[in-house]
C-alpha cells in the first residue's frame, strides 16, 4: 500500500492539535521541511504555520488540501530551537502553533520573508596590503587603511566610531584599488571604554564563569547593588566573543535603557543587537535574523529575547533575575528564567542570573547544590551601602501622606544641594473616595475594586481602564463629605510642591512617564542640583542618579499584609531594590521607611539581617506551608460574562482532575477547589481559578498532561475563556 506523507503544521490557534497538509503542487515531502514556514488555506482564508512533523496524516488522505506555499527554503526554526520550543509547549500545556507563533518576530509570524541583515563592510585587498605603505602618513586614507589592516574589516558605524567624514578617504582608497566592500559580519570596532580593573570579588566572579565557557553551568551571582555585576557580564561576554561564540543577555522590562545599551556597546568590541517591546516590527526581525545567521554576536533584550536562535551559543546572562517581567502573564505563559535554564542545558553553554536579591526559586536551587553561588559583597565604585531608618507613622500627622520627619530629612537634603527620592507605589492622586458619614466607597461598576481618584475629579478604574467623573454628595446619603483616602504619587508631589516650592520637582509614573525620551527629558529638568523625585517602581532601577542621597518610602503597607505567597518576597526585593538608588556615587545615601506597622517580622529581619536573612525565614514559612520552591503550582484560570457557565465549567474541571489524580495515586498531585479569584469580577466578567499542587514536578505534568486534554473536551468550555498557567507567578 501507498503511504501519504502529510505537511503536519503547527497553526497558530489555540487548538491542541497539529494540522494536516498535501506539500504544494509537485513538491515532494522529506524530513527538510521541518521548521520550515508554510502559507495555508484555513477557513475561509489562509493562515502561516510552521511544519512541526512529517508523516502520515490523521485525517482522511483523500480529503489533505495542499499547502498554498513554502515560504523557508531552510528551516527557519530548527535543532536547539525547535527542541526547547516543543519541551516549552508540553511543560507549559500550550499548543506548539501558538508558541511557535510567540517565538518569532511578528514579522516573520506573519509570512515574510528574512530581511537583509548583514551590513556593508570593507577590508583590504591583497594590493593595499601590500602597498599601504605608499599612503601619506598621517593622512587619513593612511590612517583607514592602517585600521582595516589592523581589524580585518571595518563596517560603518565602526568607522564612524573613529574618523568623522571618512567617505572620501574610503573612496580613494577604492578608486586606487586598496580596498574591497565585503559583507560586514564580522567588523570589529575597539569598545570606546576599557573595562576597570576589576576589585578581587568581581574577579573572582568573572574567573568563575570563564572556566564554565563550553557547558552547561548554571550560576547565580548575587551582588549588592552597585557591586559592579554589569562588569563581570562584560568579561565574561568578551570571553566568550574571544572563543568565537554568541552571548545573549535578558534585561527587565524597565531595565533595557538607552543607558544600559550604551553601556554594552562602548565595551565590547562588535555591534551590540538590541530586542525589545518597543522597537519597530522590522528592526527585531532583523534582530532576530542577524542572531540566527551569526552575524549578531551579542543580542540585548527583555523577555521574548529568550527565543533568539543562537547558532554559535556561547552564554546567556540573565540580569535582574527576579524581575517579574520575566513571567508572560497571557497566553503562553513561559518564563524566561527558566526557559533560559532549560536552553542552556540543552545548547551546553554556562548560564549567569545575577540579582542583588535572587528569587526564592533561585536561592533554593542554590542551596541544593543545582546552581552554583557567588557572592559580591562589596560595593565597586568605592560608595557605602545606604543607611535605613524606620519611621513610625502611627503617631504622626501625615500632610498628603508625608510625615514631619520625613519632610524634615528632605529639606535638609535640599539644603545639602542633593536629590531625594520619594517613593511611592501608586500612581493617581488618592487610591479610593469615601464618604466619612456614611462609609459608602467609589468602585467600579465592572470590577470588584476601588476606583483611584486621579486629580481633583476624574476617577480611574486600574484594572479596566473605566472613567467617570467623581460624584460631588454622596450617591448614598448625599453628604458632601466625600474624603480622598489615602495617597498616590500625584497627592505626595502636591504636598512636596507645597512645601518645597523652589526645588525643582518631576513626578515618573506611567502617566508622566511612556518611554526612555520622557524618561531623559525629566532627568533633564531635575539638573544636577537639589531636586526632588516623586514616582513608582519605575525608579527602582535604569539612571545612574549621581546626587541622589535620600529616598523616602512613603508606605508599603498594603504589601505587607497581601494574601498571595510571593507577596513578601516582591515587597523585600522592591525596597532593596529602591533603597540600593540611594547613594551609588559620592553621597552617602539614607533611607527612610515610612510605615504604620514597624514591628513587622518582614521589615525586623529585612533591617536586621538584609535580604539574606529575610530569604532565609521567608523559605522555611514557604517550606512549612507547601509553597514553591517546595512544592510546584498550576492555576486553571477561567472567565466569563456568564456566573452559570463559569460554575458548570469550574464543576466539570475539578471533576475531571479528581478522576483523573484517582486513576493514579501514585501521581501524588493535590487537586484544590475551585474558587472564585481574588478578584472575583474584573471588566465586567466573572473570575474563578483552580489550584493543584504537587512536591515533585514530574506527576505533575502527567496530570497536566491528561487534564489539559480533558479541558478541551468539554462542552462547558465553550461558554467560559480558559487558560493553564504553569509555575504562576501569582494567584491572582
Ligand atoms: P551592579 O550592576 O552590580 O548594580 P554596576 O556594574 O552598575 O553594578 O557598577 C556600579 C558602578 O560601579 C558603576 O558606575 C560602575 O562603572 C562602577 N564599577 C564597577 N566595577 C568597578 C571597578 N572594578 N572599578 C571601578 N568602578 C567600578
Ligand atoms: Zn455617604
Ligand atoms: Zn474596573
Known sequence: MFAVTALRVALPLPLPHLFDYAPPARATVDDGWIGCRVRVPFGRGHAIGVVAEVGPPEIDPGKLKPASERLDTEPLIAGELLASLRWAAGYYQRPLGEVLAAALPVDLRQGKPLPDTAPLAWRLTAIGAANLRQLRSGGRPRQLADWLAEAGALDAAAINQRLPDWRPALRSLMGRGFVEECLGAHALRTPERAPPALNPEQAAAAERIRQALGQFDPILIEGVTGSGKTEVYLDAIEAALSRGEQALILVPEIGLTPQTLRRFQ??????????????????????????????????????????APLPQPGLIIIDEE???????????????????????????????????????????????????????KKRAAAARAPHVRVLDARRQRLTHGLSEPAFQAIAECLQRGEQALVFRNRRGYAPALLCHDCGYRANCSRCDAALTLHGRDRLICHHCGHRERAPTACPDCGSLALMPQGAGTERVEVALAERFPDAPLVRIDSETTRDHGDLARHFDTLGQGAGLIVGTQMLAKGHD?????????????????????????????????????????????????????????????????????????????????GFPPFAHL????????????????????????????????SLSVEVHAPMPAPMARRAGRMRAQMLLSAKLRPGLQAVLRAWNAALFELKSGRGVRWSLDVDPGDLY
Open 266 to 307: 562602548q565595551r565590547l568590541p562588535v555591534e551590540v543587537h538590541s530586542f525589545h517591546s518597543g522597537m519597530a516590527e522590522g528592526a527585531r526581525a532583523r534582530a532576530w535574523t542577524a542572531m540566527r545567521r551569526g552575524e549578531a554576536r551579542v543580542l540585548v533584550g527583555t523577555r521574548s529575547a529568550v527565543f
Open 634 to 665: 498550576a492555576l486553571l484560570r477561567v472567565d466569563s460574562h456568564r456566573e452559570d457557565a463559569l460554575q458548570l465549567f469550574m464543576r466539570e474541571a475539578h471533576a475531571a482532575a479528581r478522576a483523573i489524580v484517582a486513576s493514579d495515586p
Open 322 to 376: 527576579h524581575d517579574s517581567s520575566y513571567k508572560q502573564q497571557d497566553g503562553f505563559r513561559y518564563h524566561a528564567r527558566d526557559f533560559a535554564l532549560v536552553r542552556g542545558k540543552a545548547l551546553g553553554v554556562p548560564v549567569v542570573l545575577g540579582s542583588a536579591t535572587p528569587a526564592l526559586e533561585t536561592l533554593q536551587l542554590a542551596r541544593s547544590g543545582r546552581l552554583a553561588h557567588v557572592h559580591l
Open 545 to 625: 542618579l549621581a546626587k541622589l542621597s535620600l529616598v523616602v518610602v512613603v508606605t508599603i503597607d498594603e504589601g505587607l499584609f497581601s494574601a498571595d505567597f510571593r507577596a513578601a518576597e516582591k515587597l523585600a526585593q522592591l525596597l532593596i531594590q529602591v533603597s540600593g538608588r540611594a547613594g551609588r556615587a559620592q553621597a552617602p545615601g539614607q533611607v527612610l521607611l515610612q510605615t504604620h506597622h514597624p514591628e513587622h517580622p518582614l521589615l525586623a529581619t529585612l533591617l536586621a539581617g538584609g535580604y539574606p536573612a529575610f530569604a532565609k525565614l521567608e523559605l522555611a514559612e514557604r517550606e512549612a506551608a
